[in-house]
T-cell receptor
Framework: DTEVTQTPKHLVMGMTNKKSLKCEQH?????MYWYKQKAKKPPELMFV???????INESVPSRFSPECPNSSLLNLHLHALQPEDSALYLC??????????FGPGTRLTVL | DQQVKQNSPSLSVQEGRISILNCDYT??????FLWYKKYPAEGPTFLIS?????DKNEDGRFTVFLNKSAKHLSLHIVPSQPGDSAVYFCAGTSNDYKLSFGAGTTVTVRA
């Protein structure tokens, strides 16, 4: 089983709202990731958690705040986003440093 | 600096024939390569991978070939089926949690 789940599937928010994206995996993977993907572009890495500790932050603006409550869960807290932040947000997990398994994504629209 | 390039943005193939997708990379530190398939508004699905110590890996209809001296890899899909119509991303990694993706190739399988 290589399933990563994400909620919600779709999210519309205003620029003053605070919302959160959730990701869950039950494969015992030790690393979890957040990516952003714009249409017709490859995924762009945002954050990496390894053993529940933030190990990589790809210079992401502070209006995106990740959180890893435990080894199975990953959240992305959103605050004061801009319309250009509208994208597909993908969560992924991996047991080692190579093969990553992606969730279905959350389609975010910022008005 | 794009470390992985997929120079063909699109490929059209007849059902039952072979699809060949190509990928070139520049980073000689990459030691693991992956192919992902992506449908619109969904997360990428892992297809097949290859370690740099191998030159071929096969999984059902999918075969990946690696030519390290040319820094080139290819994905062969035989036979192509309508459900194979999707965007295919090639990625390389030096096992540092970071995947470098190509821009993607859109495959259309014609009936």
């Amino acid at each position: 089983d290589t399933e990563v789940t994400q909620t919600p599937k779709h999210l519309v928010m205003g620029m003053t709202n605070k919302k959160s994206l959730k990701c869950e995996q039950h494969m015992g993977h030790r690393a979890m990731y957040w990516y952003k993907q714009k249409a017709k572009k490859p995924p762009e890495l945002m954050f990496v958690y390894s053993y529940e500790k933030l190990s990589i932050n790809e210079s992401v603006p502070s209006r995106f705040s990740p959180e890893c409550p435990n080894s199975s869960l990953l959240n992305l807290h959103l605050h004061a986003l801009q319309p250009e932040d509208s994208a597909l947000y993908l969560c992924a997990s991996s047991q080692t440093t190579d093969t990553q398994y992606f969730g279905p994504g959350t389609r975010l629209t910022v008005l | 600096d794009q470390q992985v390039k997929q120079n063909s943005p699109s490929l059209s193939v007849q059902e039952g024939r072979i699809s060949i997708l190509n990928c070139d990379y520049t980073n000689s530190m990459f030691d693991y390569f992956l192919w992902y398939k992506k449908y619109p508004a969904e997360g990428p699905t892992f297809l097949i991978s290859i370690s740099s110590i191998k030159d071929k890996n096969e999984d059902g209809r999918f075969t990946v070939f690696l030519n390290k001296s040319a820094k080139h890899l290819s994905l062969h899909i035989v036979p192509s089926q309508p459900g194979d119509s999707a965007v295919y991303f090639c990625a390389g990694t030096s096992n540092d949690y970071k995947l470098s993706f190509g821009a993607g190739t859109t495959v259309t399988v014609r009936a």
